[in-house]
């Protein structure tokens, strides 16, 4: 897993939201980070680890990040609509009011998840882990 500073983590970001390219940060360790409201809409985060990290009011519309891992990650209502979680870890990862419609969380261990408020409208959770997770108040297709 590739470490990357937070000054180069902040230069790629901009890079991203200015439209000039589109960042690849799979297989890096993001954990702890505070990317609070980041835009990394269509980035390639596959098997980063998130794990802790503050991504609340984060855009990560149709980002790829299967195999990412979220533990005890910070995700309330970060819109991840579109967005590839195929066999992502997000143990334990707080998810209230997130947009997760039309996601793909094939495989995904959502195991004691905090999923209170959520839009999974569309989305694909076969094979999901959900022990313990909190569904309160969440929709889901009719």
Do not use: C, P, W
């Given at each position: 897993?590739?470490?990357?500073?937070?000054?180069?983590?902040?230069?790629?970001?901009?890079?991203?939201?200015?439209?000039?390219?589109?960042?690849?940060?799979?297989?890096?360790?993001?954990?702890?980070?505070?990317?609070?409201?980041?835009?990394?809409?269509?980035?390639n985060l596959e098997n980063a680890s998130f794990a802790m990290a503050d991504l609340r009011d984060a855009d990560l519309r149709i980002t790829n990040l299967s195999g990412a891992d979220f533990t005890y990650a910070n995700l309330t209502t970060a819109n991840l609509a579109g967005a590839n979680l195929t066999g992502a870890c997000l143990r334990e990862t707080l998810l209230s009011r997130a947009q997760l419609q039309e996601a793909t969380l094939v495989d995904a261990d959502l195991t004691e998840a905090d999923l209170k408020w959520m839009d999974f409208r569309e989305a694909d959770l076969s094979?999901?882990?959900?022990?313990?997770?909190?569904?309160?108040?969440?929709?889901?297709?009719?």
């Open positions: 897993m590739k470490k990357i500073s937070d000054d180069e983590l902040q230069e790629l970001l901009a890079i991203h939201k200015s439209g000039k390219q589109v960042i690849d940060l799979s297989y890096t360790d993001l954990s702890e980070r505070d990317l609070s409201g980041a835009y990394l809409e269509q980035a094979g999901s882990i959900i022990n313990g997770a909190n569904f309160f108040l969440s929709a889901f297709d009719a």
